[in-house]
């Protein structure tokens, strides 16, 4: 199910991408395209720009946000803060990737 954000259309794209991401409990994580697609859009790239311009990262929590194959992706904090406060999460993590993605994996609409 995807998240009815019209109601929110005087928000930017990265805008509803944060108020989406804010969904995402402890954790648990989702990926750049669960995010766009919640959106009802293809765009994965933009919602990694999203996360990269992010100016609230420990309040909007883009460190939630990985890659389809489990790998962590970037973090503006560099990729070992994110791989830590994943780990602080309860995510477990092996060479770089979420380990038990299907049981961490956030879905949007349920």
């Known amino acids: 199910m995807k998240k009815d954000l019209n109601k929110n259309s005087h928000l930017s794209f990265s805008e509803q991408v944060y108020q989406l991401l804010l969904d995402v409990p402890k954790g648990k994580v989702t990926t ?5 697609h919640a959106l009802d859009s293809r765009a994965y790239r933009a919602v990694g720009s999203a996360m990269a311009k992010n100016r ?3 309040i909007i929590p883009c ?3 990985i890659k389809n194959n489990g790998e962590i992706g970037n973090y503006a904090l560099g990729k070992k803060t994110k ?8 995510i477990r993590i092996k ?3 979420v380990l038990d993605l299907e049981q961490v ?6």
Not at 32 to 36: H, R
Not at 83 to 90: C, F, I, M, V
């Open 83 to 90: 791989e830590k406060l994943l780990k602080l999460e309860g």
């Open 95 to 97: 060479d770089g990737k």
């Open 63 to 65: 460190h939630r946000v």
């Open 32 to 36: 750049y395209a669960a995010l766009a």
């Open 56 to 58: 609230l990262p420990l």
């Open 105 to 110: 994996l956030f879905v949007f609409g349920k």
